[in-house]
C-alpha cells in the first residue's frame, strides 16, 4: 500500500483507532474499573485533548509531518461534535490523520515518540 495516495480521510480513520488503542494501552496499566478506564480514555481522545496534544508535539514535529497534519487537518468534514469547537475538530482531525500515516507507513516508533510527548503534558489527567 502506498500511503502517500490514501486520503487524509482514510488516514484519519486508521489514525483515530491507533491514537484510541495507545491511550488504552496506556490506561490499562493502570488497573482501574473499566468505567473509570473509560471516563480518562474520553477524555484523552476527544477533539479538545487532541488539539492540546498538537500543541505539544508541534515543536518536535518534521516538515514532513507538519505536512502531513495540515492535510488533515484542512480536510473537508461533514459534521462537528457538539462538544467541541470547529478549530479544536480540524486539529484532532490532523493530529489522526498524522497517526495514522506513521502507523501505515510502519513508522510506530516515531508515534510512540509523539506519543509520549503528549503524555508529559496530559499526566495529571489519568
Known amino acids: 500500500m502506498n500511503v502517500n495516495t490514501l486520503s487524509p480521510s482514510t488516514l484519519a480513520f486508521v489514525g483515530d483507532a491507533y491514537y484510541g488503542l495507545l491511550v488504552r494501552e496506556l490506561l490499562a496499566e493502570t488497573n482501574r474499573p473499566s468505567g473509570e478506564l473509560h471516563s480518562a480514555s474520553v477524555k484523552l481522545v476527544k477533539a479538545g485533548a487532541q488539539a492540546e496534544a498538537f500543541k505539544a508535539i508541534q515543536p518536535h514535529l518534521t516538515e514532513q509531518e507538519i ?23 480540524h486539529s484532532a482531525t490532523g493530529i489522526e490523520t498524522l497517526f495514522g500515516y506513521l502507523h501505515l507507513s510502519g513508522n510506530d516508533k ?11 503534558n496530559f499526566r495529571e489527567k489519568l
Open 67 to 89: 505536512s502531513i497534519y495540515k492535510r488533515g487537518r484542512n480536510a473537508h468534514v461533514n459534521s462537528i461534535p457538539k462538544n467541541s469547537t470547529v478549530s479544536e475538530y
Open 110 to 120: 516515531r508515534a510512540k515518540e509523539l506519543f509520549a510527548l503528549i503524555l508529559e
